[in-house]
């Protein structure tokens, strides 16, 4: 029994060396595995969080790139090295603020300032203990005037400090609510040390970001809404989707997103111009996905469906007419069928040409790593060619400022059959109209007008309710199926 343990002891201790070796090997390869888009490296861009919320700005991270944050400029190269959804404190100086990289968490805000005695009670009791009724707003509390603190602001003292300092010389900090302190911290923190949440730009972050700051941009299109419209599109890998985008280019960057360079998205215009897709540019897409981007005016994308689909037609006539031929291949196709003796000759043809077919819609990253390519190129003759002979899988509309039956009525014979269609608008009439459109005319089944609906929550210690102001409507989607009439 000894021998048998020492047997399996030295065992396992081989197999622990080699185990080892084998994750040392894999963190080696791991370092030198190249950025996935989880760093942050020069020329990409950032979204900007400042003060939770308070303020989301975008930028690129280019050299000599700076941003302003109250009075205070900073520049942003000291981003770079550092994960996406770092937290960061701007420290003022006199040669202009600097980001310092602190803790995610804000539950260090109270530390070391307004301690305790140790006589006082405890968190719970100190709230029902403390109220508020005898504090008088007189400015009279804080000893610190507006001189003191902008002297120590431009000597280069930290936020930190100078938050100390003012809870300090203040006559009634102590006696708040340890939510009034909260409050209080929260507020001053907010002025003299902002943090910013350096984030990943992505269908979500952008959406609400444009959203909270300019939602006449997206035509108000809400991240709940964006994710319905993607599902009902059936937006997946190795989809070819048509996408007709007057929202900035934020349809367009999703559906890419989504794809991840496997399939198509082709963004169309019907005005002689191409309208604006610059929100493309924000997501730090690769090479092989921006190449996946590509832009087609919708008259030419009709004109080779309709050249297609005659072609086709003009095939079927030709075989009507040879009908007296068809049984004499009928027969010779039997023949060969109960023939024992298989003929090899035509199966890698066609699997040359199945695997073809998926190499053109499959990821390429055969593209050099210095090399940047710009999404929206405009597509190619073989592409326009394949689109017009078998059509999209998918169509997405978002042009608030168009009729929606105008633009569907062009638009859906360029879907193939059994495809899935969402328009989006801002306002139930027109979706309305057009789903009345659709029924009469008999081109789509499984039609759906919905609203979707959301809530946002404050979650916070026995602060947790639904938020006090919110959106009220999130816009609304018309979906369906097309169904050919050929």
């Known amino acids: 029994m000894r021998s048998s343990n020492c047997i399996t002891l030295g065992r396992c201790k081989t197999l622990r060396r080699i185990m080892g070796s084998e994750k040392e090997a894999e963190k080696v390869e791991t370092k030198n595995l190249p950025n996935n888009g989880t760093m942050i490296t020069p020329g990409c861009a950032v979204l900007l969080d400042i003060n939770n919320g308070d303020k989301m700005t975008f930028a690129h991270l280019n050299k000599n790139a700076s941003v302003k944050i109250g009075n205070t400029k900073c520049w942003l190269d000291a981003l770079v090295g550092h994960p996406f959804g770092s937290v960061f404190e701007v ?61 120590m602001r431009t000597e280069g003292v930290s936020g930190r400090a100078i938050m100390e300092a003012l809870v300090a010389n203040s006559a009634t900090f102590h006696t708040k609510t ?13 002025k003299y040390a902002p943090r910013v949440v350096v984030r990943r730009p992505s269908a979500r972050s952008v959406c609400e970001a444009y959203f909270a700051k300019d939602p006449n941009k997206t035509g108000h299109l809400r991240m709940d809404m964006l994710s319905l419209i993607l599902s009902l599109a059936n937006v997946g890998g190795y989809a070819e989707v048509l996408v007709l985008d007057m929202l900035g280019g934020l349809l367009t960057a999703s559906v890419a997103e989504r794809l991840g360079g496997y399939g198509f998205v082709c ?43 005659k072609f086709s037609t003009d095939s079927a006539l030709q075989e009507t007419d040879g009908e007296d031929c068809i049984p004499i291949i009928l027969n010779e196709a039997k023949a060969v069928s109960t023939s024992p003796i298989v003929d090899l000759e035509d199966t890698p043809r066609l699997e040359s040409e199945h695997t073809a077919k998926r190499r053109a819609q ?83 089944v499984a039609l759906q ?13 026995s602060r947790t309710h639904p938020n006090m102001q919110m959106s009220s409507t999130g816009g609304w989607a018309l979906s369906g199926i097309y169904i050919s009439k050929t």
Request: one cysteine or more.
């Open 178 to 190: 340890a939510f009034s302190q909260e409050k209080y911290l929260r507020k001053k923190q907010k």
């Open 362 to 444: 499959s990821r390429s990253d055969d593209f050099e790593p210095g090399k940047s390519i710009k999404p929206g190129r405009l597509a190619s003759e073989e592409d326009m060619k394949r689109w017009g002979r078998e059509g999209f899988t998918s169509l997405i509309v978002g042009a608030p400022f168009l009729d929606p039956w105008t633009v569907v009525k062009k638009l859906l014979p360029l879907l193939a059959s059994s495809a899935p269609f969402v328009i989006y608008h801002p306002y139930l009439q027109p979706l309305a109209e057009c789903m009345n459109k659709l029924q009469s005319e008999r081109i789509a």
């Open 91 to 151: 420290q003022s100086g006199a040669k202009g603020g600097s980001f310092v990289r602190v803790s995610p968490s804000g539950a260090d805000l109270r530390d070391g300032l307004g301690e305790k005695d140790d006589g006082e009670e405890a968190p719970g009791d100190e709230v029902k203990g403390k109220d508020n009724r005898s504090l008088i707003d007189n400015n009279t509390a804080q000893t610190l005037s507006a001189e003191d603190i902008s002297k």
């Open 267 to 309: 963004s169309t215009y019907h005005t002689s111009k191409p309208q604006t897709i610059d929100m493309v540019r924000l997501f730090n897409f690769d090479a092989s996905t921006s190449s996946r981007v590509v832009r087609a005016p919708a008259s030419q994308l009709i004109a080779a469906r309709t050249a297609a689909s």
């Open 449 to 461: 007008l919905q609203e979707p609906w959301l809530r946002e929550y404050q979650v916070l210690p």
